[in-house]
């Protein structure tokens, strides 16, 4: 999901921890299935069995609770959603509840018909991934053969059906260089938005990250290259940039802060206040056959770590940017520290950043296609 900072707080998200923010947002991970072996995958290293997953019934009963929370978007996600037979039931059920629904897939596992009934059912828009310009390329990065032709006839299945669609691309030092070659071909999809996403290095990522780090002269071109294409697509197609968090002065605010703007669901229905938060075997999670929704969201102990600022420590505690970036992302500084709770090392604050900076440049003097370890689902 992308971070964002336009969470809707019902009172001060750094305030004491019964008054939490209303959740904008819910990013249901309904399967971790999943046909294809992204270097940079984000899910967690240990994956829920699908013995394991939540059931239509409860999946629904989640949804339930969340729209009376006041969650208006739900991202159904995976691994790849498609792979859960039910996910036309669980579209209708969203849309009869009134929520936003966004389904995130990678196209495979869908079929015109599919994406005909899931419109029929009400699904609002789709978010469908891409792993480079080309066949060639993004097959390998996927590892997955007759993937990218997949995805663009998927793509041509949901134009027809007149829903929305933006094309998501993570991208590294081994794709970055296809940047306009991306862009076209989300021109060419009809895509009213492209999310143009760097690699950010925990979980599976962070195996690879020597083989997917970009080099800073990647880095800046790709800026480039998105502020041109910004400017000649304007009313025609937006495009969202996250650049590099190694090669940054400030971090982003992940997530838009922790535990203030959304929650996820895993299959299993663990609830997490980020997707990669089970990166962090310091916190403890719940899940929705224990405890209900919303008693989770305002006090449960994953969500209460690091919610507002009072867990900060220097030098973030006295910095003017604390309400702004939060902080950072948790995941990264602890993938990267060990601890959590440090300022994300991306921030030039952090007295770890030049160790970060050091790395990353030594990262990406290795070859432009260096060998990575696909993801294994074993
Ligand atoms: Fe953000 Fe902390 Fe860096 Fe300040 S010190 S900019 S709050 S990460
Ligand atoms: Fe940034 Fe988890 S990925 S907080």
């Not at 990065?141 to 949901?158: D, F, M, N, P, Q």
């Not at 895993?266 to 224990?290: D, K, M, Q, S, Y």
Request: a negative charge.
């Amino acid at each position: 999901m992308a971070a964002t900072d336009a969470g809707a707080d019902a009172t001060d998200a750094s305030g004491p921890t019964s008054s939490a923010p209303i959740p904008m947002a819910m990013l249901a991970e309904v399967t971790h299935r999943c046909p294809l072996k992204c270097p940079y995958c984000s899910n967690p290293l240990e994956l829920v069995r699908r013995n394991e997953e939540l059931s239509t019934e409860e999946w629904i009963d989640v949804f339930r609770q969340a729209a009376e929370m006041g969650v208006l978007h739900l991202h159904l996600s995976g691994g790849e959603p498609a792979a859960r037979r039910d996910l036309e039931e669980l579209t209708a059920a969203a849309s009869t509840l009134d929520l936003y629904t966004n389904l995130i897939t990678s196209g495979v596992g869908l079929t015109a018909e599919r994406v005909a009934a899931l419109v029929e059912r009400g699904l609002d828009h789709v978010q469908l991934s891409i792993q480079g310009a080309d066949a060639a390329q993004a097959n390998r990065i996927g590892g997955y053969r007759s993937g990218h032709e997949t995805k663009l006839r998927v793509a041509e299945w949901i134009r027809a059906e007149g829903v929305p669609l933006t094309v998501n691309a993570v991208v590294h030092r081994q794709n970055l260089d296809d940047l306009p070659e991306i862009i076209a071909l989300a021109e060419r999809l009809g895509a009213k938005r492209l999310e143009v996403a760097n690699t950010q290095y925990h979980g599976w990522a962070y195996v690879n990250r020597a083989a997917l780090m970009p080099t800073r002269e990647q880095a800046l071109r790709a800026s480039r290259i998105v502020d041109d294409a910004r400017t000649r697509l304007a009313g025609a197609m937006v495009i969202d940039y996250v650049p590099p968090d190694y090669l940054g002065r400030y971090p982003k605010p992940c997530m838009g802060g922790w535990a203030r703007f959304g929650l996820n669901v895993t299959p299993n229905g663990r609830v997490l206040p980020c997707h990669a938060a089970e990166t962090i075997p310091t916190l403890r999670f719940e899940t929705v056959r224990e405890r209900p929704l919303a008693a989770i969201w305002a006090d449960g102990p994953a969500f209460t770590a690091f919610r507002g600022t009072d867990w900060m420590p220097e030098p973030c505690r006295g910095c003017e940017r604390k309400e702004v970036d939060w902080g950072g992302c948790r995941c990264q500084a602890f993938a990267f520290t060990g601890d959590a709770a440090n300022t994300d090392p991306a921030c030039s604050r952090s007295p770890l950043h030049d160790e970060m900076r050091r790395v990353a440049e030594a990262d990406a003097a290795m070859p432009r296609d260096a060998a990575f370890t696909p993801r294994a689902f074993a």
